[in-house]
């Protein structure tokens, strides 16, 4: 495996990643964290530019052609239908059932796991999209800004995230809230939607093509091929580029069993022990068998509190906050996650002392529980 084309996508257990060699283009799968990897590429006939998940579909772009796969990845077929002059989508990003592409034909909309696409905007082409809530936020190309839209990307509003000069290179949304890999300006991250933005790296770390978040944990690839670490949501940062040959364009990361891995543009893919990494002492590989959400822990809490939750299968995932009105007051998960255990922290800095009520809701679950903030 060599030349990395797409950033990972983890459903069910399943890694895949896509990319092309001296044979040709290919699309591998692994289930054993990198250890073997097996081709998954039978329908796809060209380099996969971007892949992505929404209901028990898989979704895959080359340069010319949307294609579909409902079995993890084995097979795939033509899913273009209402892609009118479609010539590849470098961004793709679900909610639920609605899927959303930036293509250089514009932006299309799915709402029907990306059977069906109408176009919504053809007069700009967005490299990279992220969904917070009911906004899509998306990014253009070369020294591309930030824009929001608030009708499923048949307007766009400029978006400011504190800085003039940057070029936005990926939009992700992981634990409320909302984060932008940047050239020149580091990476940004919004707690209230996109209103407010701050840096969230030094500025001897400026140019980020890609950023994984998982709790306090956050992996970024920066230029020539580096990978950095921080533990502590940000505060600090550490080179962990060890073995990768600099030089190189990092393309993306997922955590993996015990493992952390890196697709390389030019130099395939890399691993290393989360234990070596992260702040997470242990993760097991086992997949759980039921829905759960935990009581928050610590309860009553100031200003921080952990909320853990477990899923059994693929599929779109909310936890929210509201107040004893039912108001919502904050958005922690809001995105499609895989099997796994997860928690995230909820942070109360300008949050006003009461009771408050976390609900956890996927295709087939919900649960709410209560918890206190006592300032």
């Keep these: ?192 939607g996109g209103t407010n933005w701050s840096k969230i790296t030094p500025d001897s770390l400026n140019n980020i093509y890609t950023v994984r978040v998982n709790g306090s944990d956050i992996l970024a690839g920066s230029d020539n091929g580096r990978v950095w670490v921080s533990n502590n949501s940000g505060q600090s940062w550490t080179n962990i580029s060890a073995d990768i040959p600099s030089g190189n364009v990092i393309k993306g990361f997922v955590y993996s069993g015990n493992y952390a891995l890196v697709a390389v543009r030019q130099n395939r893919v890399w691993r290393r022990p989360l234990s070596e990494i992260t702040s997470v002492s242990e993760i097991k590989s086992s997949l759980p068998t039921k829905f759960s959400l935990e009581q928050n822990f610590p309860n009553p809490f100031n200003p921080t509190t952990n909320i853990g939750f477990q899923i059994s299968e693929y599929g779109f995932v909310s936890l929210k906050v509201f107040d004893v009105l039912g108001k919502e007051v904050s958005t922690l998960v809001n995105e499609n996650l895989s099997a796994g255990k997860f928690s995230v922290d909820w942070n109360t800095e300008n949050i006003p002392s009461g009771m408050y009520f976390y609900k956890l809701t996927t295709n087939n679950f919900s649960l709410t529980k209560k918890m206190l903030l006592a300032k």
Aim: proline content about 1%; hydrophobic content about 40%.
């Design 1 to 192: 495996m060599n030349g990395i084309t797409s950033a990972f996508i983890e459903v069910n257990g399943k890694i895949l990643v896509g990319g092309e060699s001296t044979f040709g283009p290919f699309l591998c799968a692994t289930t054993n964290s990198g250890t073997s990897w097996v081709t998954s590429f039978n329908g796809i006939g060209a380099p996969v530019l971007s892949i992505a998940a929404s209901g028990n579909r898989l979704l895959a772009s080359s340069a010319t052609t949307m294609y579909a796969s409902t079995d993890t990845g084995r097979t795939w077929t033509n899913s273009s239908s209402g892609l009118a002059s479609f010539t590849g989508a470098y961004a793709i990003v679900s909610f639920g059932n609605t899927v959303f592409a930036g293509t250089t034909a514009g932006t299309y909309m799915s709402t029907n796991n990306g059977q069906q696409w109408t176009q919504r905007d053809a007069s700009t082409w967005y490299w990279t999209l992220g969904i917070f809530g009911s906004t899509l936020f998306g990014a253009t190309g070369n020294f591309g800004k930030m824009f929001s839209s608030t009708d499923d990307g048949m307007t766009w509003n400029s978006v400011s995230i504190g800085v003039t000069d940057y070029n936005v290179s990926q939009i992700i949304v992981a634990g409320g809230n909302i984060y932008c890999a940047t050239s020149w300006a580091g990476i940004r991250m919004s707690s209230d």
